[in-house]
């Protein structure tokens, strides 16, 4: 009888454990894999100052990198729009395939304001195997006289292509 009041304790412990907030959070922290993804990296070729608008120039860099430690990843895809949805530019020819812990860049100049305020980049890749989604980044940076601003864009995953 002891024994069955001290496995009932036992389970009602264990059962505590499982479902209390510490739990679910590692739960909620599963790493998703994937296996392909299309990722949409919000940009910007310049942006607006002061009460006329007028515009402040900025270069952005594209940053993709492989943050899968095992497994290496193929970029086949990364396309820049301007702010109506029109293709710029094509920034691929073929795959590019990135080792793990590799990444690699891709340079919009400051002159170049084609994209507008809500220009945006279209990164796609693939995977043989499970691998963690790559980090996709826009960092914008410009200087005017004595004023500078950078600042980051995160991609977001719009859907899985895999």
């Known amino acids: 009888m002891k024994s069955r009041i001290n496995f009932t304790y036992i389970l009602m412990i264990l059962l505590l454990i499982l479902l209390s907030p510490f739990a679910v959070s590692a739960i909620e922290k599963n790493i998703h894999l994937s296996q392909g993804e299309m990722i949409y990296v919000p940009a910007y070729s310049h942006i607006y100052i002061g009460s006329r608008e007028q515009p402040f120039l900025l270069t952005i860099t594209i940053s993709i990198r492989n943050i899968d430690p095992k497994n290496h990843i193929t970029i086949t895809t990364v396309d820049y729009y301007k702010t109506q949805g029109r293709l710029l530019r094509k920034y691929l020819d073929k795959a590019v395939i990135l080792k793990p812990l590799e990444s690699l860049r891709y340079v919009v100049p400051e002159n170049d304001s084609r994209g507008g305020s809500g220009a945006n980049f279209v990164v796609e890749w693939q995977s043989d195997r499970p691998a963690n989604s790559p980090i996709v980044e826009s960092i914008m ?22």
């Open 141 to 162: 940076i410009g200087a005017k006289s004595t004023q500078g601003i950078s600042f980051v864009s995160r991609g977001k995953v719009i859907h899985e292509t895999k």
